[in-house]
């Protein structure tokens, strides 16, 4: 593919809000790690008050306002901060779902590749798991009304999910459908959001090994 | 017939172990054939795991039982490798000094002897070499996955580089050059001291060096996962302990804060296609002439028992106008009393209606078609001369009820 091409296509995608890194999309993440190449797709945003930063790890690009002296723009940062502070706690609460029921000593990044009939099966027949699931499925973005007489409801709720964070950038599916997930760039994102966060609202830095076994059993 | 053996080979391992580990320990793989072994070599040659050279005393230690012993060691062959590499390392310039030494004053047996211990030695030097990179290598392989806790695997790889580390240091401080001047007249040794070693060695430390930079790698990795096991607990921790916590929008510093922050929303991008563009002819016309064949793909469902089948007229698109008898039948009269077809007559609205036999009801057909009527421009209207007839209220005189209505044309 030429080289004009792949700088629209990047220009396209970073405008649009998509995250870029090797799992959303191959070309465009190799791309843009050539210095030049970025160079000139910041030439093409900047104009357009946008330019592209790597996040923390450096293993993601994302879309970022070039300055934020105008009013609707910082309103609409504002907005968006909104809108994540309100989605952290489902989001951790479903992390760290994730890391008790496969047993995973970290929590998802990117390049992760998930499966929901995995993580039904750990969680089926397992009460607390199941209750915690119960609880993520009534927050934020994860809402949804559950019948819990139907011998489905965990795989639904998982499923549910799944499909959530797919639409949220969190993930894509390898193969287009089925019950594969691949996490992308976008967590890279969100562990940068929480480290401000974290600071900013001085949340104490909690040893991992610490307490964990009491947290497994009552996480909310 | 067979024997079964096990047992005997277990029982003798067991009764003559610390005999075995001195041997395995002091390198040699060698028990000495000494009184106080006797009873031990005895009871090993009789379950096959020592055996003799012709010509030498002691019994070496078979193959099979090297390997268990080194797969029984292997945690602390890792942790002394260093140490052992280096002991070799000193032992093999011991024996270049004992070789120049012999030499010197003409022991020929003896410089043969030191010739063969200075093989062995070398040989014996590139095998632990191979089997700690290997190690290392297995490390990288592995990740430490086989330890669980996030904070041990951080420092067992920590540990693991360390020695990486030293191993590095240690090799670099070898003099290899120095040995190819020993080599004398035996072909064997000029072969090993010349090339083989400083080959093999050249390729343990670019292997070292590669596995040094993968664990260090891996240990920022490792310390990574750790970060962020810590940040999620952290906020874990933190909305148990506060339920309802939201962090606060107001008093973020946008001018200072991350990139992440700044993360900017989807920019709407929309365009036209420029159908006045001739270059734009060869993409839009095969688009065009497809939009037709896209729209038959488009009833295409997943779910089969939903397909709906739509004819395609070949002409193009077109929608069947159905319309509603009533309004073609007022249409209908009214144009007819325009066209003055009922001049002289007086045209009843109750009897069109039975006439036709609609499905609507007098007093709404009486309404619609006066609506009708009513609703033509001025020149037309004026053509039509209406009149309701009905009853008039008792009690309020000015209310008619309507029970049919007459139209007559009229200029």
């Known amino acids: 593919m030429s080289s004009e091409v792949l700088l629209g296509r990047t220009v396209k995608a970073l405008l649009q809000g998509g995250i870029i890194c090797d799992y959303a999309d191959r070309e465009l993440a190799d791309y843009l790690s050539e210095e030049d190449n970025r160079e000139r797709v910041r030439a093409f945003l900047q104009p357009l008050n946008r330019d592209v930063r790597a996040t923390t790890d450096g293993r993601a690009w994302i879309p970022v306002y070039a300055s934020i002296n105008d009013a609707t723009d910082r309103s609409e940062v504002r907005q968006s901060f909104k809108l994540v502070a309100n989605q952290i706690e489902p989001l951790v609460g479903w992390l760290r779902l994730v890391m008790i029921a496969q047993q995973r000593p970290e929590p998802i990044v990117m390049g992760d590749t998930l499966y929901d009939g995995d993580l039904t099966k750990q969680l089926d027949q397992v009460p607390h798991l199941m209750q915690q699931l119960e609880v993520i499925l009534g927050k934020g ?68 090994g610490s307490g964990d076994e009491h947290r497994q059993t009552s996480i909310f | 017939m067979a024997v079964y053996d096990n047992q005997k080979v277990l029982n003798a391992l067991g009764s003559h172990s610390k005999v075995i580990d001195e041997a395995y320990r002091s390198n040699t793989m060698t028990i000495e054939d000494s009184l106080d072994n006797a009873t031990a070599i005895r009871s090993l040659r009789a379950v096959r795991l020592v055996w003799q050279m012709e010509g030498e005393d002691g019994y070496h230690l078979r193959h099979e039982l090297l390997n268990l012993l080194d797969f029984a060691a292997q945690d602390y062959r890792r942790a002394v490798a260093n140490e052992t590499i280096a002991a070799q390392w000193l032992a093999l310039k011991q024996s270049f000094e004992d070789l120049r030494q012999a030499r010197r004053i003409g022991a020929f047996d003896d ?39 996030l904070s041990l695997r951080i420092q067992e790889n920590e540990r693991v580089v360390e020695r990486a580390r030293k191993l590095a240091e240690l090799l670099t401080s070898f003099s290899i050059g120095e040995f190819g001047e020993e080599a004398g007249n035996d072909r064997f040794l000029r072969k090993l001291l010349n090339k083989q070693l400083p080959s093999a060695m050249k390729t343990y430390v670019a ?16 310390r990574e996962s750790h970060r962020l096991t810590s940040l999620v607990s952290s906020f874990e921790a933190y909305y148990q302990a506060n339920p309802g916590f939201v962090p606060s929008v107001e008093d973020v510093e946008l001018s200072r804060c991350p990139d992440a922050v700044l993360l900017a929303p989807a920019m709407t991008i929309w365009a036209y ?134 139209l007559q044309w009229g200029s």
């Open chain 2, 207 to 222: 292997d070292l060096s590669h596995s040094l930079y993968q664990l260090r790698d891996l240990l920022l990795d490792l």
């Open chain 2, 273 to 406: 296609p420029d159908i006045h563009d001739p270059l734009s002819d060869e993409v839009l016309a095969p688009i065009a002439a497809g939009a037709r064949d896209d729209q038959k793909e488009i009833v295409i469902s997943e779910n089969r028992t939903e397909l709906v089948p739509i004819d395609m007229d070949p002409a193009g698109h077109t929608q069947a106008d159905e319309r509603d008898p009533v309004a073609e039948l007022i249409e209908s009269v009214v144009d007819m009393i325009l066209a003055g077809e009922f001049k002289n007559n007086v045209i009843r609205g109750s009897e069109i209606l039975q006439t036709f036999d609609l499905d609507i009801e007098l007093l709404d057909w009486l309404s619609l078609l006066s609506a009708a009527v009513d609703g033509l421009p001025g020149q037309e209207r004026k053509q039509i001369k209406m009149h309701f007839v009905g009853d008039v209220d008792t009690i309020y005189p000015d209310n008619l009820w309507v029970r049919d209505l007459h």
């Open chain 2, 111 to 149: 410089v043969r002897r030191v010739e063969r211990d200075i093989s062995e030695s070398v040989a014996l030097l590139m095998e632990n070499l191979q089997y700690m990179i290997l190690s290392f290598n297995n490390h990288l392989y592995n990740r430490f996955t086989h330890i669980t806790d």
């Open chain 1, 141 to 208: 973005p994860f809402r949804k009304s559950i019948n819990k007489d139907s011998p489905r409801w965990v795989r639904d709720g998982v499923t549910h999910i799944f499909e959530k964070l797919t639409e949220m950038g969190f993930f894509v599916k390898p193969g287009g459908t089925g019950a594969a997930y691949r996490a992308t760039g976008k967590w890279s994102w969100l562990y940068d959001m929480m480290d401000y966060i974290q600071s900013k609202e001085g949340i104490p830095v909690e040893d991992p």
